[in-house]
Structure formats: C-alpha cells, structure tokens
C-alpha cells in the first residue's frame, strides 16, 4: 500500500502547476507571433519541412533577382543595337548619295557626317551597366572600342545569369559579333574607308561598300534576334518563379502559421486548466499546524 503523505502531495500539486504554466505559455506564445513551431523541439519535423521551404523561397528570390538584373542588361542592349541600327541605315543612306555625281564640297559634307556616326557608334559600344561594359563580354576593360585607334579590348565570352532550378541564360551580346570583330571586317574601319573613298571621288568604291554595310546591319540584327528570344526566356522563367514563389509561401504558410481559431480555443482551455490546477493547490496546501495538533 503506498502512503500519500502531505509534502507528497505538495510536490505533486506544484509539478502539475508547472506543466500547466510552460503550456500556457506556449500557447500564449503561438498566438502571440502567429507561428505553430517556436524551436525545433516544439516539433522536429515540422522545423525541418520549414527550413526547407523557407530555403526553396531563398533560392527562388535570388533568381528572380538574377533575372531582373539579366532583363536590364537587355533591355539596355536592345535599346542600344536599335540606335546602332539606325545610325547604319543613315550611313546607308549617306553612302548611296555619295555614290552619285557630288562636288567636292558635297561629298566632304557627307565624309564629316559619316565619320560622326562612327564616334556616336564608338560610344555606343563603349555602354556601360553598373561600372561593366556592356559589349565587352566578361572582359575586365575601361573601354570595349579604344577610341582613336577603334581597337576591340572585350573577349566573346557571355554573361550568364540563372534565371531558374538549372537554367542558365546569356545576358549579352559582344561587339566582337556586333561590330565585326570577329570576321575581322569591323565598322569602325569600314566607316573610315568610305570616308576616304568620298573625299577621294572613288564613287565606285563607295558603291561596292554598300554590300559590306548591308552585311554590317545583318550582324545588328542578329545581336536584336539573340537579345530578343534571351528577353523572352527571361520573362517566361519570371512568371513561372512568381508562380512557384506563391505556391511555396502558401505551402509554408500551411505548415508554420496558427489556425487563429483554433489558438484562442487552445489558449482558453490552457487557462481554464491553469486555473483549476491552482484551486487544488490551494486545496492541498489548506491545512495548517493547528490542523494537525487538532
């Protein structure tokens, strides 16, 4: 037979005390900040599932960031090609007038403009973005096109950007396929040429420069067709990391925030037991020494 004395029960009473008020707490403090798992012990699981959405939420924010910083990088491109392409369908233009019967006077007008547009080209390919040339792939230079000289300094390295789980975008285009690096027949020197040619009265020479210009806008267009469909895959894999982000941030939410209902109920209860908890309590702890001596 076990003998339930006094001191015994005392004990008991405040063990019981104690557990009722680390539940109340708990309660207090799921209601109060809205979170169902306060630390990892609360439920091990449970944290795990958390750090592993909030880390998947992380992960999706840096790319949508990458991806906006790929999408300026493009959007400054294409603005800058279209110029391109419109000083060359001006030089175009100026080169065909050239080819006709002009005074000298005429065609030195039309070498001066010619060789306008070739500085404003210059430093069209010298764009910069965040202190980075823009046209110099990822080469580490002052100037993509050192000007005077026309010289390429960038590399036809691309500039990538994650834009997604495994997915990878070039964010640029290089002079060095824009202006013609590359196939070693480069604008700048084209440009100088058919100025020369001008002043010269060479009008065949300037008419045969016509096809090395058309060919000078095909690499335009082509640097504004890469530019486009990267733009494209950009704002594609945008709509589907705010998707994504949404479904992760609702998934969490399901995991890791308290059903306001059901913890104001919860906080109730734990009070009520509170409370009944101290009146036995106060019950046991009644009797006094006179109620022994009695």
Do not use: C
């Amino acid at each position: 037979m076990v003998r339930v004395t006094q001191e015994g029960m005392v004990q008991n009473a405040l063990l019981r005390v104690h557990e009722r008020i680390s539940k109340l707490d708990a309660s207090g403090r799921r209601l109060s900040s809205g979170k169902v798992v306060q630390v990892a012990s609360d439920d091990v699981s449970g944290m795990n599932r958390i750090l592993g959405l909030r880390a998947r939420i992380r992960a999706r924010e840096q790319e949508a960031r990458s991806a906006a910083d790929g999408q300026t990088w493009l959007n400054i491109a294409d603005s800058k090609l279209q110029t391109l392409n419109s000083r060359l369908l001006r030089v175009r233009e100026l080169a065909v007038r050239g080819a006709t019967s002009l005074d000298a006077a005429g065609r030195e007008a039309l070498a001066r403009e010619i060789e306008t547009i070739r500085d404003d080209m210059a430093a069209i390919a010298n764009s910069s973005i965040n202190g980075r040339q823009l046209f110099a792939g990822t080469a580490n230079v002052a100037e993509t096109v050192t000007v005077p000289g026309f010289a390429y300094g960038g590399d036809g390295n691309a500039v990538m950007r994650r834009i997604g789980e495994g997915e990878m975008v070039a964010v640029n285009v290089s002079a060095g396929q824009v202006f013609g690096f590359d196939d070693g027949q480069d604008i700048f020197t084209e440009l100088n040429n058919l100025a020369t040619d001008l002043r010269a009265g060479n009008l065949t020479a300037v008419s045969g420069r016509l096809a090395n210009l058309d060919t000078a806008m095909e690499r335009v267009n082509t640097g504004l067709a890469a530019v486009g469909a990267a733009t494209n895959r950009i704002d594609a894999a945008m709509v589907r990391n705010s998707d994504e982000q949404l479904a992760l941030k609702g998934e969490l939410a399901k995991v890791e925030d308290v059903d306001l209902a059901e913890a104001i109920m919860d906080l109730q209860t734990q009070e009520v037991a509170y409370q009944a908890t101290l009146a036995a309590l106060s019950r046991v702890l009644q009797p006094s020494l006179i109620d022994f001596i009695r």
